[in-house]
């Protein structure tokens, strides 16, 4: 008998626990949609964050260097004195 009321009582609280669950599930979409005609008057719109998405960088795809790897040197000195142009942004003045 006494295993028979603690049963009752957990599934009372469980079914009291999911009712609040979907009341506060109502509520937040009533105020998701009355956030979002305020919002579409203005040109903008409320979205759910599960529903961005995010680029996914596969895998063995690294950018830059690998750690370890020692840094390229910089060749500015031999390159000026050849005359060649240089690719890319032009360095730092200090």
Do not use: C, H, W
Not at 12 to 27: F, G, I, M, N, T
Not at 53 to 68: A, D, F, M, S, T
């Amino acid at each position: 008998m006494r295993n028979k009321s603690k049963r009752a009582e957990l599934f009372e609280s469980v079914q009291a626990v999911l009712a609040e669950k979907r009341a506060l599930l109502v509520r937040q979409k009533g105020l998701i949609e009355a956030i979002n005609r305020v919002l579409s008057k203005i040109g903008y719109s409320a979205v759910p964050t599960d529903s961005i998405v995010r680029p996914v960088r596969r895998r063995g795809q690294r950018r830059g260097r690998k750690p370890g790897r020692p840094r390229k040197r910089r060749t500015t000195f031999t390159a000026s004195m050849r005359g060649l142009k240089r690719r890319g942004r032009p360095p730092k003045k200090k």
